[in-house]
């Protein structure tokens, strides 16, 4: 699949860096030539010979390298690839590239670099929470660097969290994704899933049975049609999706903080089961059930409506914004109602509850019924029941043909 792309990868310094030597062989196994950057970091982890010997190339090593940069090294291999991987990324290459710094080979060739760039993230959990990183995380987003992971479980350093590297295969699938020419090649697109929390006090949070497994359906097929996807999820038991860029939120202010963020997009699709109030005060401690007092009263306020703030965003608002409608009854009338009083595009109306037998009929379950309504025109189209990867394929082939149309009418 990759014959006669070229990749350039750094490796810097991290434990995981034995994973790139599995991506180097599958690389080129798939036909890519793959060029080879040590940090010195990297080659404390895995050394220039083994590097040199998977890639069957050349491996760089040295900013100072007499014979190298006699042909201007640096510049040279920032130009002569189709695609640039940082693998192990720390977070110290990730803050110089932030930040310019250009004072090793890697940092220099990824500052001189006009060509995409993909991040594998790698380090420990607290040092990818840290403040510092977090912004050096969404400038280098904002720069349209593609981030593949990282993941969560255990770390080489005995604690467990957000840091593991992506897996090879991960990586791998996402290099695949990066060269495919889907029909929505080129168009950006933000899904939000699942529910959020609102939290009450340290331990009880206001939420829903939202599983996310409905809007990370959608997030792959826009990704499988060559969609560039920042999904923005609130809490699930679900996978990350390692081709999107994955944001995790609780709250329904972070989710809408996170969607504006990653503004301005082509496609916003709002699928989270966004709670509509919180709590007007979070209480500092668990609130006590003390013997002979009366259940504490529960005082809520509405949350900001993200559907409605994106729908009537005054200049980022995307070319299409997809909300959906959760209904217990009245499916098509409450639908375009908030079709109406929303601003969105289109909706997708689903009933929810459970049904005759105690099943769940769209909250967490594997297969939903959508009722579709365009703005455009407000007649419903009855989407037979079919599992929800089905939905999500049918939608997008919906939206692949609203953007050839688009494009025609241009
Ligand atoms: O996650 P699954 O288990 O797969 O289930 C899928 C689903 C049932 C959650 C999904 O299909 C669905 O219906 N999502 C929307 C749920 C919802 O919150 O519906 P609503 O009718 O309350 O809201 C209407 C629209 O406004 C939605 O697009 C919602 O994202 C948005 N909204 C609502 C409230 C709010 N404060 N902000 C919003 O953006």
Known sequence: MLTGKRILLIISGGISAYKTLVLIRDL???GAKVTCVLTQGGARFVTPLSVSALSENKVYTDLWSLTDETEMGHIRLSREHDLVIVAPATANIMAKMAHGLADDLASTLLLASNIPVMLAPAMNPIMWEHGATKNNVETLRQREIIFVGPTEGNMACRESGMGRMSEPEELLKAVHNFFLSGPLKGVKAVVTAGPTYEAIDPVRFI?????GKQGYAIAE???AAGAQVTLISGPTHLKSLNAANMIHVESTREMLEA???SLPVDICVCSAAVSDWRATSMHEHKIKKEAGNLPPTLSLTENPDILKVISNHPDKRPSLVIGFAA???DIEQHALSKLRKKGCDWI???LVGKDKNGQEKAFGSDENQ??????ANEDCELWGCMSKKHIAEHLVIKIIEHFEKNRKND
């Open 327 to 329: 209904e217990t009854k």
């Open 207 to 211: 939420g829903n049975r939202s599983s």
């Open 28 to 30: 080129r196994k798939e």
């Open 259 to 261: 969607c504006e963020k």
């Open 370 to 375: 959508i009722y579709f309504f365009t703005r």
């Open 221 to 223: 097929a826009l990704l």
């Open 348 to 350: 997708m109306a689903n």
